[in-house]
């Protein structure tokens, strides 16, 4: 019969390890511990990264928030942009066509779809969290006391 661990990972510092984006970093979680590290990319300490190794029962690699995810959001976003206009300066902007530039630059001059594209991002990112975190058998205290209570 398996036991459970109970320990407390902040949502807040995962998230932000799950979004970093930083290529020269490679995110961690302790499970034992609940703590969330990072070792350089360019570490030379094979000790450190021989450690994590032997340890992959203990230490989680946190995927990066990649390229890919953030085309993914984008492109689902445009596609929901009821304003013709910016629907097409979103699309030439995703395909590097004249005129183009930041996304969150453009969207500032678009409050409402500025805060549309927040929360569809907030949404997509908690969601991947969620999925990878029940991949990795990591459940939140609310999803445990709601086993009990089904059980």
Do not use: C
């Not at 390890?17 to 070792?39: H, M, N, W």
């Not at 500032?108 to 999925?131: C, G, H, M, V």
Request: hydrophobic share 40%; no cysteine; net charge negative.
């Amino acid at each position: 019969m398996a036991t459970i661990h109970s320990v407390e990972i902040s949502w807040e510092d995962l998230l932000g390890a799950f979004t970093s984006g930083q290529p020269d970093k490679a995110y961690y979680l302790d499970r034992l511990t609940g703590e969330i590290f990072f070792v350089p990319s360019t570490t030379d300490s094979s000790e450190v990264r021989q450690e994590l190794l032997n340890n992959v029962e203990r230490f989680l690699a946190i995927p990066l928030f990649d390229y890919r995810s953030e085309r993914q959001i984008m492109t689902e976003f445009v596609a929901q942009i009821s304003d013709p206009e910016l629907r097409a300066l979103m699309n030439n902007t995703l395909a590097g066509r004249k005129p183009y530039g930041k996304i969150e630059d453009i969207l500032s001059f678009y409050p409402p779809e500025e805060e549309r594209f927040a929360i569809l991002k907030d949404q997509f990112l908690s969601n991947r969290l969620k999925t990878w975190m029940d991949e990795n058998n990591l459940f939140t205290a609310d999803s445990v006391l709601q086993g009990i209570k089904h059980a």
